[in-house]
């Protein structure tokens, strides 16, 4: 069994921590994983995006051939829009609804809306209200990894579960029980 997942957002979001998490619950599930260099952190606002690949065998590169990827998870519609040509034919998109605009060409929130709403499977929620509603507003990449942790599919929702408290347990247990309650508070959605 393979995933091949493309995490992507604009820096300071919180999209390494998701690649964390998923890393370490496949290391603890002894799953291989390769995780291509994450581009775009040079600076908080720009874009960011990871290629993981996941796998029971073997793997040999750590980039997502074109078309191939089973997940786009991303923290906002137009970067997960970005990779389109990356997603398999039968691959999920997993999105924050609501833009983040950081450049002044952003496109137009109805169109992008549109595009999404045309593909066959979108799962996609305001991971910002979500997390606010759970009372971390700084939360939203952990409700996204909660909405996506279904179609992840190779990794068990509690192995994500036990990850998050593994990788925030220096925080201390306050942050590890915000984290787990923003990942616990899409239900792991179920996609349209």
């Known amino acids: 069994m393979k995933k091949d997942i493309i995490l992507c957002g604009v820096g300071g979001q919180g999209i390494l921590s998701i690649a964390t998490i998923i890393g370490q619950a496949a290391t603890q599930a002894g799953i291989y994983l390769k995780q291509a260099e994450v581009h775009g952190m040079s600076q908080r606002g720009g874009d960011v995006q990871s290629h993981l690949r996941l796998s029971t065998e073997p793997i040999w590169s750590d980039l997502i051939p074109e078309g191939s990827a089973d997940v786009i998870i991303s923290m906002e519609p137009m970067e997960s829009l970005r990779y389109l040509e990356c997603l398999a034919p039968d691959g999920t998109i997993v999105t924050g609804s609501v833009p983040f605009v950081n450049i002044p060409n952003y496109p137009d929130e109805a169109a992008l809306q549109a595009e999404l709403d045309a593909l066959p499977h979108v799962v996609k929620s ?5 997390a606010k509603d759970c009372g971390n507003a700084r939360g939203a990449n952990m409700v ?3 909405m996506a942790a279904p179609h992840i599919g190779i990794l068990s929702v509690d192995s ?3 990850a998050i408290k593994v990788i925030f347990a220096r925080k201390g247990e306050a942050v590890v029980e915000a984290n787990l309650k923003c990942f616990d508070s899409p239900a792991h959605a179920i996609p349209k």
């Open 126 to 130: 305001d991971i910002d209200a979500m």
């Open 144 to 146: 996204l990894l909660g």
């Open 160 to 162: 994500l579960r036990e």
